[in-house]
C-alpha cells in the first residue's frame, strides 16, 4: 500500500519491496492505495499512527504488527527536472534521499536474510517459502556517512564513451550493445543503492584550487608548490589550473578558510580537493608531513600531507560554525 501522492522513491521502493517478495513466495502482490478487505498490508511510505520520533536524514525505519507491517523513510524527492525521466532514474539522482527505499532494504535483511552480493538479479540471494514476519521494529541511519558512494568509472560514463573506448584500445570482446549498457548501468545503479549509497548532505567537490594560480600567483607565491628547480611555480607553465599548494603553509589553510567565509550564502562544506596531476611541493616543511617506506620515489606516498591540510583547515573553520 502505498500512498495516492506517492513520490518517485515511494514508488521505486514498493517496486523492490514487491520483485523480492516475488522471490520468495513465487507470488507477485499488488501495488494498491487502499487495503484490500482481509489482507495483510505492506505500507511503504506511510508511518504507523504512534510515531512519534522525528526522522533524521535519510533514515529508514519499518514496524511488524498483527495489523500490518510500516516501511518507511526520510526521503526528498521534488518533481523531476526535465520530463521523460523515469522513476528508476530519478532516485539516482544527486541530492535525492531515500529513506522509505533503504527501509525496504533493511526489512528484507534483517526479517528475510536477502543479500545482495553482486550487481543485477543472479546477484540476489534468498531462501523460497513462506513469508515468516517477526513482530518488532527496525531502524537504519548513516551515522556520520552523510556522503557514501561508490564511483562509476568515468569508462562507463554514457554510451557513447563506453563504445569508444572498447574501440579505441581494441576490446569488441567487452563491447555491449546499447541496450546491455542501460541494462548493466540499471543493474550497477539499484545494487549501489541496495547497500545504502546515498547522501544526506550534497558536498561540493572536485578540483578546488584550480584558479588560485591566477588569483594569488603573483600576489602570493609562497602559497604553492616548491618544484625540482627550487622555485615556486605550476610544474607544466601551460596548465596553471593543475598547480599544487604548499600544504604546510598556514596561510594556504588560513586562505581557504577565508574565501569559504567571503561567499554570501556561505557553502555548508569547503572543498579540499587537490588539483590532479603531479607538481606536488618538495620544501623541507611539507617532505616533514609525509609517512614514505624505505626507497619509495617522491611522491609515491603523499596522503598524510594533505590529511594534515584538511584538519587545519577545518579546525580553522571550527572557530566560525563548529
Not at 523531476?80 to 523515469?86: A, D, F, L, M
Not at 549498457?181 to 549509497?197: E, V
Not at 578558510?257 to 569547503?270: C, E, F, H, K, T
Request: glycine share 8%; with cysteine.
Amino acid at each position: 500500500v502505498v500512498p495516492e501522492a506517492a513520490d518517485a522513491v515511494k514508488r521505486v521502493a514498493a517496486q523492490e519491496l514487491q520483485k523480492h517478495l516475488s522471490l520468495i513466495t513465487g507470488i507477485s502482490l499488488p501495488i494498491v492505495t487502499a487495503v484490500p478487505q482481509g489482507k495483510y498490508p505492506f505500507y511503504v511510505g506511510l508511518t504507523p499512527e504512534n510515531n512519534a520520533n522525528a526522522l533524521v536524514r535519510e533514515e529508514a525505519r519499518w514496524c511488524v504488527q498483527p495489523q500490518g507491517c510500516w516501511i518507511y523513510g526520510e526521503d526528498f524527492c521534488p518533481a523531476p527536472s526535465r520530463s521523460g525521466i523515469g522513476d528508476e532514474t530519478l532516485v539516482w539522482q544527486k541530492g535525492i534521499r531515500t529513506g522509505t527505499l533503504f527501509a525496504v532494504y533493511d526489512l528484507l535483511e534483517k526479517q528475510f536474510g536477502i543479500r545482495w552480493i553482486e550487481p543485477g538479479d543472479d546477484g540476489i540471494v534468498f531462501a523460497e517459502g513462506p513469508l515468516l514476519l517477526t513482530a518488532g521494529e527496525g531502524r537504519w541511519t548513516p551515522g556520520q556517512l552523510l556522503q557514501r558512494e561508490l564511483r562509476i568509472s568515468s569508462l562507463l560514463k554514457n554510451w557513447n564513451v563506453y563504445r569508444k573506448n572498447c574501440d579505441e584500445n581494441g576490446l569488441p570482446e567487452l563491447k555491449m550493445s546499447e541496450d546491455e549498457y542501460n541494462r548493466f548501468i540499471g543493474d550497477l545503479r539499484t545494487w549501489l543503492r541496495r547497500q545504502r549509497m546515498g547522501n544526506s548532505v550534497t558536498f561540493r567537490y572536485g578540483h578546488a584550487f584550480t584558479d588560485w594560480w591566477k588569483k594569488y600567483g603573483k600576489s602570493h607565491p609562497e602559497y604553492f608548490a616548491m618544484q625540482a628547480d627550487g622555485m615556486r611555480h605550476p610544474e607544466h607553465q601551460n596548465q596553471p589550473d593543475r598547480c599544487k599548494l604548499c600544504v604546510s603553509n598556514p596561510a594556504v589553510a588560513q586562505r581557504i578558510v577565508d574565501d569559504w567565509l567571503a561567499q554570501n550564502p556561505r557553502p555548508d562544506s569547503i572543498n579540499v580537493c587537490e588539483n590532479d596531476s603531479s607538481g606536488f611541493c618538495r620544501c623541507q616543511e611539507c617532505l616533514k608531513l609525509d609517512v614514505p617506506s624505505p626507497g619509495e620515489p617522491f611522491d609515491s606516498h603523499l596522503t598524510d600531507r594533505y590529511v594534515y591540510l584538511a584538519k587545519k583547515k577545518k579546525k580553522l573553520a571550527a572557530e566560525h560554525d563548529p
